[in-house]
């Protein structure tokens, strides 16, 4: 039979074991250094970065969008453009939003162009399209080892927002105005100002997917698009 090795051998073993970690967390600890920083892998950083940089685009687009449709903000009663804006960019998201029938992601969106809607419009397809695009990030804030994003819902978020670029450009109610304005004509001169930050946040997204899918070597399934379909799902 074997022996059980003696106390004094277990002791020197878990002496080796701890020593280096304790040693790690205490230099960790002289810099100020946050536990769970040592929970992040490098993709994970390239997820916030990505989220981040996306999250700024959409709230340029946000107060584009309110400058360009006034009468939208006026509807809630609120001076302050700043206070709209941060009532849609809130990570975790609010999801109680009563004048929305209580929607977000693309049933949120597509709210935003009914033609009974009496509601901000802008609130509606931007908070329909923030929550959309956090969901094909597993809905989260920050990123550690145990998130597992999916590339078919960051690539369907990319289809997604082309499909919405396509609805604000043709979508018009009873009077023949766009449900919402965009890009204009100014004399000679085309402002395609919106379209260039649509554009980014396509390619943010399309980039991020790709990454995924290198590191998970899963495939796309990509998707043959047409004037008109509907979005695309996205989410867990």
């Known amino acids: 039979m074997l022996k059980r090795p003696c106390s004094k051998v277990l002791h020197y073993y878990a002496f080796l074991v701890l020593c280096p970690l304790l040693i790690t967390l205490s230099v960790c600890m002289a810099n100020d250094f946050e536990i769970k920083d040592i929970a992040k892998s490098d993709i994970?950083?390239?997820?916030?970065?990505?989220?981040?940089?996306v999250t700024d685009l959409l709230k340029e687009l946000t107060?584009?969008?309110?400058?360009?449709?006034?009468?939208e903000l006026k509807k809630t009663g609120l001076d302050s453009l700043e206070t709209r804006v941060d009532a849609i960019f809130r990570c975790p998201p609010d999801r109680i939003y009563e004048v929305l029938d209580f929607k977000d992601g693309t049933e949120a969106m597509l709210l935003g162009f009914e033609p009974d809607f009496k509601g901000d419009r802008v609130f509606a397809v931007m908070y329909g399209l923030y929550t959309m695009i956090l969901k094909s990030y597993?809905?989260?804030?920050e990123f550690f080892l145990i998130d597992v994003l999916d590339q078919q819902n960051l690539y369907n978020s990319a289809r997604n927002i082309e499909i919405l670029v396509w609805r604000l450009k043709t979508r018009r109610l009873s009077s023949g105005y766009l449900v919402l304005e965009t890009n204009t004509?100014?004399?000679?001169?085309?402002?395609?100002?919106?379209?260039?930050?649509?554009?980014?946040?396509?390619?943010?997204q399309d980039t991020m997917a790709v990454i995924i899918s290198k590191r998970t070597d899963r495939l796309i399934k990509e998707v043959v698009q047409f004037a008109g379909m509907s979005f695309l799902p996205v989410g867990l």
């Open 44 to 53: 994970d950083d390239v997820s916030e970065i990505h989220l981040n940089l």
């Open 63 to 71: 107060v584009k969008l309110y400058k360009k449709n006034p009468n």
């Open 138 to 141: 597993n809905n989260n804030c």
């Open 185 to 204: 004509l100014d004399g000679t001169v085309k402002n395609i100002s919106f379209e260039r930050l649509f554009g980014k946040l396509i390619s943010l």
